[in-house]
């Protein structure tokens, strides 16, 4: 065996670490893309005594573990969250890497794993983006273009330059079609949100989603097709249900107590629950592709022909 446990246990060692560091960066996306600050300058500070962080104080989650979450110079309370989104960014990148390479079919790439380390880079890139729409959409209720025009240019583009990228079966062979199928997954994701958007204020007599949502939806369809894209929007209100009725009990409460509603209080943000989702579906979808939707697809493009009035075979 070429590789033996020893190297992929490093492998992903390595893997976990570079996701720290990217939640490192991300935690800094998360609060200045919001105010179109820069990502670079100034350096990372204390928000009280504006003392720049040494290098040695800006360890992913290990400096914040040592400094006891204190300021080292003044001693104000640094949030938890911070080293969370770092140690979550390394799990889900670590878990991309046991999905692409840990636990894929050996005879897929061979000795080398270097198919399975590029669809965990691609994945990872995919992670790391809705970290950033996750947290600012929680925090604002908005999710900005930066992250999700940006997420819909690269999956488009990953997915032109490299045809075979995307989940099975939105894999295509040439460059061309690699790019009709990330315009096609993004056009049908960000078309149905709109369309379930705009009927749904219609019916409720206000906003059910907002407009990052469409596009939200517009870079999981261009990163992982139409079909990924179909079942995390389906299954996106279920990883919802949990804050939806926190927030209904705590309306109740407020009512009770004969005090006013406001828009909070009627409102959750969608973005992390559509994120949570498009996780799920991404790390597990080898086995929920053969063993579920494969064929749900089938059957419903069997269906779609005959309601045409054609016969056709299931198509994979
Ligand atoms: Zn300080």
Not at 111 to 124: F, N
Not at 126 to 133: E, G, H, S
Not at 222 to 239: D, K, M, S, Y
Not at 259 to 276: F, K
Request: proline share 5%; with cysteine; hydrophobic share 55%.
């Amino acid at each position: 065996m070429f590789l033996s446990s020893l190297v992929l246990a490093i492998l992903g060692f390595g893997i976990f670490a570079t996701g720290a560091v990217v939640g490192s960066f991300l935690n800094v996306c998360i609060y200045r893309i919001p105010w179109q600050k820069s990502m670079i300058w100034p350096s990372s500070h204390c928000p009280r005594c504006m003392t720049a962080i040494a290098p040695g104080d800006n360890i992913p989650i290990l400096s914040w573990i040592l400094l006891r979450g204190e300021c080292r110079n003044c001693g104000a309370r640094i949030s938890a969250r911070y080293p969370l989104v770092e140690a979550l960014t390394g799990c889900l990148f670590l878990a991309a890497y046991l999905a692409d390479v840990i636990y894929a079919p050996r005879d897929s790439w061979g000795q080398l794993p270097l198919i399975g380390l590029g669809a965990t880079a691609y994945h990872a890139l995919f992670l790391a983006l809705l970290v950033a729409a996750t947290f600012i959409d929680y925090d604002l209720m908005i999710i900005p273009d930066e992250v999700t025009v940006t997420g819909m240019f690269l999956g488009v583009a990953l997915g032109a330059i490299w045809p075979g990228i995307r989940p099975d079966p939105s894999t295509a062979s040439t460059s061309l079609a690699g790019l009709g199928v990330g315009v096609a997954g993004l056009l049908v994701s960000a078309g149905l949100t709109q369309a379930v958007r705009v009927s749904s204020s219609a019916v409720f007599r206000r906003e059910a989603m907002g407009f990052g949502d469409v596009t939200l939806m517009g870079m999981i369809g261009a990163f992982l097709g139409w079909r990924a894209a179909l079942i995390i929007f389906f299954v996106a209100p279920f990883f919802g249900l949990g804050h939806a009725c926190w927030k209904l009990l705590k309306s109740i409460g407020k009512r009770l107590r004969g005090r006013q509603l406001s828009n909070a209080d009627r409102e959750i943000p969608y973005g992390p629950y559509l994120s949570m989702a498009a996780a799920t579906v991404l790390l597990s979808w080898r086995w929920l592709w053969e063993g579920w939707a494969r064929g749900l697809f089938g059957t419903l493009y069997v269906l779609f022909w005959w309601m045409l009035g054609a016969k056709v075979d299931e198509p994979f």
